[in-house]
């Protein structure tokens, strides 16, 4: 079965630094990579996905940018934290019918 | 682009009470799933429906899909404190694309003892 270690757990950056938030998959190859960001006790949104090493989806714009350097891994980041970055950020890999894996999350805040 | 609506947005009960949880959509989902989430962490797959009028149980819970595969309820029998937390519906998309999943925006369950 697949697994996704997604870290730090948690993380507070200042306005105007950088980020990078890392998320590496075990258990299968070539996999689909997503990157959501949830506000409190509601839905996904969904920022980037990732069908390949290199190839990276954005489905809104915004400060962040996602890249694949290799195939189980799927890297969020900011040149410059904006307030409204600050969130739950969780990283996913699919799982065909069986549904999608989840990391545990980054709790990111911008201070 | 598709969305998918859940209700109550919030809902709070006692122990032993039953509830349900309704998840609709103007379009057609080629299968849906329901994830239930605790603080903290990542959203865990409970269930994956795929055809129209069909309904899956789990213990305690009962998963139906609608028969035009555009909605689907979630009914929970005789709730437990160790139920509260973080209910997704979640559509997979016909058209195949990688980019296929549409959450819902939640039901945020708390089951008082």
């Known amino acids: 079965s697949q697994t996704i270690h997604q870290w730090p757990a948690t993380l507070v950056q200042p306005v105007g630094s950088p980020l990078s938030l890392e998320c590496t998959v075990e258990?299968?190859?070539?996999?689909?990579l997503y990157w959501y960001r949830q506000a409190a006790g509601r839905g996904l949104q969904l920022l980037f996905y990732?069908?390949?090493?290199?190839?990276i989806s954005s489905e809104v714009p915004q400060n962040l940018s996602a890249s694949r350097p290799q195939d189980r891994q799927f890297i969020l980041s900011s040149k410059k934290l904006l307030l409204s970055d600050s969130g739950f950020y969780l990283c996913?890999?699919?799982?065909?019918?069986?549904?999608?894996?989840f990391g545990s999350g980054t709790r990111l805040t911008v201070v | 682009t598709q969305l998918l609506e859940q209700s109550p947005q919030f809902l709070s009960i006692q122990e032993g009470e039953n509830l349900t949880v309704y998840c609709n959509s103007s379009?057609?989902?080629?299968?849906l799933q329901w994830y239930r989430q605790e603080p903290g962490e990542g959203p865990v797959l409970l269930v994956t429906?795929?055809?129209?009028?069909e309904v899956k149980k789990l213990k305690r819970l009962t998963f139906q899909f609608g028969d035009a595969r555009k909605d689907s309820s979630l009914h929970i029998t005789a709730a437990q404190p160790g139920d509260t937390g973080l209910y997704l519906c979640?559509?997979?998309?016909?058209?195949?694309?990688?980019?296929?999943?549409?959450f819902g925006s939640g039901t945020q369950l708390t089951v008082l003892p």
């Open positions: 996913a890999c699919t799982g065909g019918f069986s549904g999608y894996t």
């Open positions: 979640a559509g997979l998309s016909p058209s195949g694309s990688a980019r296929q999943l549409t």
């Open positions: 379009s057609v989902f080629s299968s």
């Open positions: 258990g299968t190859s070539n996999p689909n």
């Open positions: 429906v795929v055809t129209g009028g």
């Open positions: 990732s069908v390949g090493i290199g190839q």
